[in-house]
C-alpha cells in the first residue's frame, strides 16, 4: 500500500511538472506572437511616420515657397520700391519721397518732403512733416533699377 501510494505521489508530481512546463509552453508561445505582432505594427507605424514626416517636409517647402510668392506680390506693409526719379506719397500722406537720379555705389540721393538727403543702406531718417506727427524712413537696401525702404508716421492722422 506503501508502494502503492509513493508510485502515485511520484507520478502526481511528475504529471503536474509535465503540465506545467506544457502551460508554460502555451503561454511562451502566446508571447512570442503577441511580440511578434507588435514588432510587426511597429515597423508599419514607423513607415506610416516616415511617410508623413516626408509629406509635411514637401508640404513644408511649398508654403514657404507660397509665403516667398506672396510677400513678393504683397510686400510689408510700410515698406516701398522706388526707382530713380520717381516720387510716392507714403505715411498716411504726410511724407512725399522721391529718389533722385541713380543710385551711387555706396548711398541714394532721396528728396523728403522737398530736403535732398544722401542716405546709404541701414540707415534712418527722423522727420517731423507737423508738429503732431514724428515720421521715420528707413534705407533697407538699393541696387541699380529700385530701393527699398521703410516709411512709417506715428501721430495724430491728418483730416
Known amino acids: 500500500m ?12 511528475v504529471g503536474g511538472h509535465l503540465y506545467g512546463r506544457y502551460l508554460a509552453w502555451l503561454e511562451d508561445r502566446g508571447c512570442e506572437n503577441a511580440v511578434e505582432q507588435m514588432r510587426a505594427e511597429s515597423q508599419q507605424q514607423k513607415r506610416k511616420i516616415d511617410e ?11 508654403l514657404n515657397g507660397i ?13 516701398y520700391n522706388i526707382s530713380p526719379n520717381q516720387s510716392l506719397i507714403v505715411g ?3 511724407l512725399t519721397i522721391g ?13 523728403i518732403n522737398g530736403k535732398q538727403q544722401a542716405i546709404s543702406a541701414g540707415q534712418v531718417v527722423n522727420v517731423t512733416p507737423d508738429p503732431s506727427a514724428n515720421c521715420q524712413v528707413a534705407l533697407q537696401s538699393f541696387d541699380m533699377f529700385k530701393a527699398v525702404l521703410t516709411a512709417s508716421c506715428a501721430g495724430a492722422k491728418p483730416q
Open 92 to 94: 498716411d500722406g504726410r
Open 67 to 79: 509665403a516667398a510668392e506672396l510677400e513678393a506680390i504683397r510686400p510689408a506693409a510700410n515698406a
Open 2 to 13: 506503501i508502494a502503492v501510494c509513493l508510485i502515485l505521489m511520484i507520478g502526481i508530481i
Open 52 to 62: 508623413q514626416s516626408a509629406q509635411l517636409t514637401n508640404m513644408q517647402a511649398k
Open 99 to 111: 529718389m533722385i537720379g541713380a543710385p551711387g555705389n555706396d548711398s541714394i540721393t532721396l528728396s
